[in-house]
């Protein structure tokens, strides 16, 4: 059983999510955006143990732990998509335009692609390219408990902005409509900011998606 706590962080208040296996303990943070110590203390405090740090995508808001958390705790830094590489090398001019206090540098040990898996203890997501908001976001699924993490692909009521560079609003409906609304709408999806949803719900009333 994957087991998860969504843990806002940042001024965007963006959905970190704690997620582990029941049987081991093994833990994931799924974008650690910001509010390094709070963040080990859920995982402390809830006696698990890290064993990665899954990225959707690029953006400082939902990376911005992962340069001091990878190696303070020594665990790989998994994701997002490579084309997402210039906006992690840019990470320092993200902290301008955003207007973050600095953070460290980090490259991710493995870049993710359509069709490729992670596994958290014995439990496995599922990753799907869904680019638009940036060219290598991906999505995490988790099939059997019909569970997803969306980072800002998708959100109650609304979808990811496209004005960024590398952006693209058509590619982005295009990903939601054919990729990931597709694989059902019993999931419920944790977007990255916001209250949570189901591809069902937001295929009948996201007003982006008519
Ligand atoms: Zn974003």
Redesign the pocket.
């Known amino acids: 059983m994957l087991n998860r706590v969504t843990l806002p962080v940042t001024p965007f208040a963006q959905n970190c999510s704690l997620v582990w296996c029941s049987d081991t303990k093994q833990a994931a943070l799924i974008d650690p955006g910001g509010e390094t110590e709070r963040l080990l203390a859920a995982i402390a405090e809830r006696g698990l143990t890290l064993a990665s740090i899954l990225l959707t995508?690029g953006?400082l808001?939902?990376v911005g732990a992962t340069g001091e958390l990878s190696p303070q705790t020594g665990v790989p830094v998994i994701g997002p998509g490579v084309d997402d590489a210039f906006w992690i090398e840019g990470l320092a001019q993200q902290v301008q335009m955003f207007g973050f206090d600095p953070v460290p540098a980090f490259t991710p040990d493995r870049w993710l692609k359509q069709g490729d898996s992670v596994t958290v203890g014995n439990e496995t997501l599922d990753v799907v390219h869904c680019p638009g908001?940036?060219p290598g976001h991906v999505v995490f699924v988790h099939e059997a408990q019909r569970l997803a993490f969306v980072?800002?692909v998708l959100f109650n009521g609304g979808v990811?902005?496209s004005d960024f560079p590398r952006g693209d609003h058509a590619t982005l409906i295009d990903a939601i409509l054919n990729t990931l609304l597709p694989l059902g709408d019993d999931i419920t999806f944790v977007p990255?900011h916001g209250p949570e949803s189901t591809f069902g719900h937001e295929r009948l009333h996201n007003p982006y998606l008519r």
């Open positions: 995508h953006h808001d939902h908001h940036t980072g800002d990811g902005r990255g």
